[in-house]
């Protein structure tokens, strides 16, 4: 290589070197600052458009999960007063059972009937005012079925629909099968419409039976739903890591290794600045 004054290609190699070297300096940096080895989409462009598709999913993912526990909140607000409602039938078919017997005269009698009109009254008060965000769940008003999402896209499989007779009317009359004024007669009459009153009360049971032993089904959905969907979480989480996150132990060994070598063209270079100064030995 001539020597020259003007243009110290030394100089110029090492500075190149030395750029080159604090980049790759600073990248590790940032990398392990951050936790991050992709930062932006110049780091890596396919990973940065892999990991941002990740990272939409897992929101996605999140927002689905918290559908199913609504969605199953819901069907508890129905069922926990579907148990009201069964402890009330419980009652009045013990009270039934007492009247049915003729040890009981006029003014016990007349005292059943008080507390199994109170009761039923209770039933159609709680049919009325059971209700989730705003929703009636067991007063008839509710025919169309409740979706809920419990996926991340369109398809039919991402939604589980809540069938609409799960809020079919729960008011004693609805229960039974006869209207409250025909029961209450029963109560009046005595004798073998007692027997007619057990077998109302206990139809209102059985219904009431099938209706929270298909709440118990759905709500068996929604949490397969939500174990699965936590799989899909589990299983996303670790692939955006993949992708995305920094190893450490590989990072720390790039920041040394640019490190030595930052430090090594820094020497240089002042060596390197130095070599024109010999052609003064020439002159």
Known sequence: ???????????????????????????????????????????????????????????????????????????????????????????????????????????????????????????????????????????????????????????????IVLDGTLFASANSSALTGVSNTTLQGYYTTGGTNFNTALDAIDKAISNVTNRQTKIGAYQNRLDSASDALNVKKTNTTSSLSTIRDTDVAEESSSYISAQILQQASATLLSTANQAPSIALNLI
Do not use: F, P, W
Not at 77 to 96: E, F, V
Not at 115 to 142: F, P
């Open 1 to 159: 290589m001539a020597l020259t004054i003007n243009t110290n290609m030394s100089s110029l190699l090492v500075q190149k070197s030395l750029t080159s070297a604090t980049k790759s300096l600073n990248k590790s940096i940032e990398r392990m600052t951050t936790g991050y080895k992709i930062n932006s989409a110049s780091d890596d462009a396919a990973g940065y458009a892999v990991a941002s598709n990740l990272k939409t999913q897992l929101s996605s993912i999140s927002v689905a999960q918290d559908n199913c526990e609504i969605g199953s909140s819901l069907l508890t607000t129905a069922s926990d007063n579907y148990d009201l409602i069964t402890t009330h039938l419980q009652r009045i078919r013990d009270l039934t059972e007492e009247a049915a017997n003729g040890t009981y005269g006029t003014a016990a009698v007349a005292a059943i009937k008080s507390e199994v009109t109170a009761r039923m009254s209770e039933i159609d008060r709680l049919s009325k005012s059971t209700d989730y965000n705003g929703i009636n769940l067991m007063d008839g008003s509710k025919t169309t079925g409740i979706n809920v999402q419990v996926g991340i896209d369109s398809s039919s499989n991402s939604s």
